[in-house]
């Protein structure tokens, strides 16, 4: 075998993840450079505050302020700070400079992938993200390699732990929205400002790269539907249990069909939606992720795991990170970004799905065939009802009223909002509560 | 982009894999010569019978019965014809010319993989092998390249179907193992010989492949300690459930230390074993399979989906194909085979885990403090014992029997293999029922 120098390795950032990367770097770096055939040397770790502390201990002497000069000098770049700015430019700078980049930052591939990609296949680098969605989970491999021969029709995943936790606190403990959010909190699953997990931010920058890997079509962020879990109330848990359902903060991406042009498309979004218990999505508790994907040829997949935390996302980073030194050992340009399928991206109004609506209406005779009628004028087929009458109404009363939980057949968005726009507009239905869209039925 | 001549592909073999294989590369030509930047071309379907049936057509102009010369006018060889011989020598013959090879072939890769990955590294070219493990699962990429940087501690894998639809029916239909296979048999699950389902050997193979890629080093078939499920009795089942336990054929490879010389080492072993019913494992129903691994940095991730059928595998064959021929595109001598580990393969007598063991004992005082004395003087710690008196049993009679079931703490093979054998020539044990390992506690 021919000797291969040393291979010079630089981490920018030592927050949980960079601190453990370097520190199993540096802990296994004799295994880790046996699995590539050439030493694996860690030369810095490019940092904000030389004396921050950290949940690794790195050697004083490979701590530095200064990232250009590190970069510059490096032949693998790990980009582990987060944030868009100066990440981006120090990648940018990396993969000009000829290193290959791997990067753990979503955020940063959801706005700038493209820019990024096109940079790496410019000069002939590589760009690998394994750890940017799904923690120690693999995915990004699966989805980029293995699944290159067959087609994608949909994702389903758990790709935010947080709020994965505090939605199955409410189910199991009993909690509210902010009680569960305290816990999350205080075990520190949830940061300080928890707007990126809570408002599905986070699950909208993972939906993006996993739509765009899995139909080899850009999905820009902003092309995303995103809703947060912020108004999933302890009333809507406890429904979605007695129903069969347990609520789950989705990103789904999948094929359609543009219902108006009748040409194929993709789509992407984040919401909370209703799981059937018996679904394997449905057994995803804690702060773990799942990746369930179906799949033309190989049917249904899943892909469970941990899903954050700073030593189980380093195993992936790491992982990319042998990847990477092979290609600098062994030769060739490794692989670009596919894009060529370039489907059109279409809007929420096109998707096609199930709903379980919650309405409170006037408890009088007509008011469900009123309410039928509603549905089925705008196109949406009623699957089930289930009402329900408060105990302390007397019948007859003209103030008493009735809950009502419909579920539907599948339609689309924009069928299913002109159908709630009706019912709010109309004098049977007292208050919309709750509109879930239900998948993996 | 560089125009690159078609690739031409040959496939051995036209049963329910290949048949598939041909149909999707046929059909889906376009698309996957898009993402790899090349054209496909199907030159060949070698098979022994032109007029066989297929379950999928493949144009009559494509059979060919001359393997060999098809093979060696091929860029990439795809061989699913199953058994050792003859293709372990047309793998040989593509390799040596020069032809990257696609194999689901698990029982000729756990005899003869070494061999055949001496000659690809040799000769430069690749071989891939995604569909021997696991069906549509990818299981074998997530192994050799994102846990690369991460330690594998333990592989759990339920990694056959046939054996977990019939382990799975005598759970939720309280089928005898007959009844169970008959069933499998009826619905094309089981083959009409059974044996390599049934006996364990098929999931030998797959044990022998995973512990090979997980531990960096070669385990031999030989080395992998085998039991069928042909000794599991619907009365196990049934206990199994009343203790909170799933009956399941295991794949189990661990890293171990060596009792005797303190030295670390792995082990691989395949059989029936009891896993508690919250685990993952013990939701994967029907024929499905899952691998469950627990890594150092990564901590536990599943792998779920379907384990067999002709164009679940297929998946798994045309993700290698791109694989493939990108790297024939791209060029790069691609990743060999890493045995850099070399660990010593350590017997079964030096596994420690958990065990249940069910006696029958003869119904008198002293009996349990006998028997806990047995266990203890072997170094085996009883953990819990439950025991039951039948009701026709009249207390105090001479010839009463009771059933003890006995959970141990882990111990090692061993010291329990001694232990059971000391229960058997003692005269206070009538009958040593079952003795089931645990795994997954």
């Known amino acids: 075998m021919i000797e291969y120098r040393d291979l010079r390795i630089a981490i920018l950032g030592a927050g949980s993840v960079g601190a453990q990367v370097a ?11 046996d699995r590539v055939g050439a030493g694996l040397q860690l030369v810095g770790v490019a940092v904000r505050d030389l004396d921050a502390p950290r949940t690794a201990e790195i050697p004083r002497e490979l701590l530095t302020t200064d990232a250009r000069s590190l970069i510059l000098g490096a032949d693998i770049v790990i980009e582990l700070m987060g944030g868009i700015e100066p990440a981006r430019e120090y990648l940018a700078l990396a993969l000009n400079s000829g290193a290959d980049v791997i990067t753990a930052n979503k955020a ?6 493209p820019e990024l990609f ?11 993200y394994e750890a940017a ?10 989805l ?12 389903l995943g758990i790709v935010n732990g947080t709020t994965n936790y505090i939605l199955d606190r409410m189910d199991t403990e009993g909690d509210s929205l902010e009680e569960a959010l305290d816990a999350a909190t205080r075990l520190g699953y949830a940061e300080a400002d928890p707007t990126a997990d809570i408002g599905g931010f986070d699950a909208a920058h993972k939906a993006a790269i996993l739509a765009s890997l899995a139909f080899h079509t850009t999905v820009p962020l902003d092309a995303v539907h995103r809703e947060g879990i912020e108004h999933v109330t302890h009333a809507q848990v406890e429904g979605a249990k007695h129903a069969g359902y347990v609520v789950k903060l989705l990103a789904v991406c999948e094929r359609l069909t543009d219902p108006e042009t009748g040409a194929e498309g993709v789509s992407a979004r984040v919401h909370p939606a209703l799981v059937p218990i018996g679904h394997p999505l449905a057994a995803v508790r804690g702060v773990n992720n799942a990746v369930f994907l179906e799949a033309e040829a190989a049917g249904s997949l899943m892909f469970y795991g941990a899903g954050a935390g700073g030593v189980e996302t380093a195993s992936a980073v790491l992982g990319d990170l042998v990847s990477a030194a092979r290609r600098h050992v062994i030769g060739g340009p490794g692989i670009t970004e596919s894009t060529h399928g370039e489907l059109p991206v279409l809007p929420i109004t096109s998707v096609v799905t199930r709903y379980q ?4 209406v006037a408890d009088r005779p007509g008011v469900l065939a009123t309410i039928a009628t509603m549905f089925s004028d705008h196109g949406v087929s009623v699957e089930a009802v289930q009402q329900s009458v408060p105990e302390q109404a007397a019948e007859g009363e003209p103030d008493a009223t009735a809950t009502l ?13 002109a159908t709630v726009m009706a019912l ?9 509560t709750s509109v879930l869209r239900v998948e993996g039925l």
């Open 133 to 142: 969605v799904g923690g120690a989970i693999p995915i990004i491999r699966p």
């Open 405 to 417: 939980v419909i579920g539907t057949h599948r339609a689309t968005e924009a069928a299913l909002a």
């Open 108 to 113: 940063l591939l959801a706005t700038h992938g």
């Open 118 to 128: 096109e940079i790496a296949e410019q000069v002939g680098a590589q760009l690998y």
């Open 144 to 155: 980029r390699d293995s699944l290159a021969g067959d087609r994608v029709r949909r994702i």
């Open 357 to 360: 609506i919650t309405l409170q």
């Open 23 to 33: 520190r199993l770097l540096l802990e296994h770096r004799q295994e880790l450079s």
């Open 424 to 432: 709010r507009a109309g004098d049977v239905v007292t208050e919309v």
